[in-house]
């Protein structure tokens, strides 16, 4: 699909919801945005900006022209760090892609316990000054790229585990997206049992039947599938809505829920 179609087409696209979300913790995401997808190389390519997603003349000229088959996009609401285009989602290493909404809590009284837990031979990748890439190098150390959600898991442990040192009585919050190109791994889950919305869409040949005069659902295969913070339209039936503490697994057409829960770090 072109970018402009999750972008900026339908009802409540991302960059509506950058100005005008529903269901995010802010109601505006303008502290810039990034975009990642899988075009003709083996790795993903990138664009992040500083500006807000609606003010971005480039974004809306590049995703009128550039299609791919799977997409990451991301809009920033920074809980501190500084707006630079090294702190924009999604986050690249080789051929895997990150996205993060929502915070490590006290995040500058833990970052250098964090940031040393970070294996060495990675550490050098880390470019910005967020919580969310650190978590990224974090599960890259605990081998997301071999099982990714044992991985997360560890990763999540370790925040836990270090923000309760720290005195920080709920030390994460979290929705994670991640993906090597074939699969996409998307995390629900925060210490204090009430995280951010995440929301994956229904069968599409099932939406057909139901809608049979929806343009949209005519060009997009049946095996599409679209993973959110808040749903990009009204259309009843579209959404199913991630439960708490639970991890969704998209591959091809297919999607699985399991749950998720931290694991020691070091277990």
């Known amino acids: 699909m072109l970018l ?14 950058s100005r005008h979300s529903r269901l995010g ?3 505006i995401n303008g502290d810039g945005f990034g975009v990642g997808w899988y075009g003709a190389l083996d790795e993903p390519g990138v664009y ?5 997603a609606w003010n971005d ?9 550039a299609a791919a088959g799977r997409v990451f996009a991301h809009i920033r609401a920074s809980t501190g760090t500084d707006v630079q285009q090294t702190n924009c989602h999604p986050f690249r290493h080789g ?22 837990a970070v294996d060495p031979a990675l550490y050098p990748g880390i470019e910005g000054s967020t919580d969310s890439e650190v978590f990224f190098y974090l599960a890259l150390t605990f081998g997301l790229e071999e099982d990714p959600p044992a991985a997360v898991a560890r990763a999540v442990g370790l925040i836990e585990e270090t923000g309760r040192r720290h005195g920080v009585e709920h030390p994460i919050q979290m929705t994670v997206a991640t993906t090597d190109g074939d699969t996409t791994w ?14 994956h869409s229904t ?50 057409g297919h999607e699985e829920l399991r749950g998720f829960l931290p694991t020691p770090a070091r277990g």
């Not at 051929?95 to 006290?106: E, S, Y």
């Not at 199913?240 to 969704?248: A, I, K, Q, W």
């Open 186 to 199: 998307a995390f629900r889950y925060s210490s204090v049992g009430s995280s951010r919305s995440l929301f």
């Open 95 to 116: 051929r895997r892609l990150w996205m993060h909404n929502g915070a490590i809590t006290d995040f500058a009284a833990v970052k250098r316990d964090l940031a040393m």
């Open 57 to 65: 003349r480039n974004l809306r000229e590049i995703s009128a022209h």
């Open 203 to 252: 069968d599409i040949s099932t939406l057909r039947l139901q809608y049979p005069d929806n343009p949209v659902l005519h060009e997009i295969s049946d095996d599409a599938r679209l993973v959110v913070s808040e749903p990009l339209g009204d259309l009843r039936g579209a959404w199913r809505e991630v439960p708490e503490s639970s991890c969704l697994v998209v591959r091809g």
């Open 25 to 27: 913790a802010e109601t």
């Open 4 to 17: 402009e179609d999750l972008l900026f087409k339908p009802e409540n696209s991302l960059v509506v919801q």
């Open 48 to 52: 992040h900006s500083t500006e807000p």
